[in-house]
């Protein structure tokens, strides 16, 4: 059964930093797109980030660029999300995704709760 497997939520204050991490069971390949997204109280998913397994390349929504980071790990088959000078607003689950489309919609983890205080 594929899986995806994130850690790394909690409680941060405004401005500050947390890290995703986000672990697949399943064996990638070169077009295998790893992103995120989340999801707050009454509102719909969104997209966050991404990164494409064989080229690296990565994206970004236009309200996280510059702040947050999605890179891969050295540990096979995991990706973090970097998340820097976090706001309010941001507070939401967070979802690891993984597939061929783009952004990634085929595979997604449990979520992982990111809470910013103000």
């Known amino acids: 059964q594929v899986q995806l497997v994130e850690s790394g939520g909690g409680l941060v204050q405004t401005g500050g930093s947390l890290k995703l991490s986000c672990t697949t069971s399943?064996?990638?390949?070169?077009?295998?797109?790893l992103g995120w997204f989340r999801q707050a109280p009454g509102t719909e998913r969104e997209f966050v980030a991404a990164i494409r397994q064989g080229t690296r390349r990565t994206y970004y929504a236009d309200s996280v660029k510059g702040r947050f980071t999605v890179s891969r790990e050295s540990r096979e088959n995991t990706w973090s999300l970097q998340m820097n000078n976090l706001k309010p607003e941001e507070t939401a689950v967070y979802y690891c995704t993984g597939g061929s489309s783009d952004p990634p919609r085929e595979m997604w983890g449990q979520g992982t709760q990111v809470t910013v205080s103000s």
């Open positions: 399943t064996r990638t390949y070169s077009s295998f797109i």
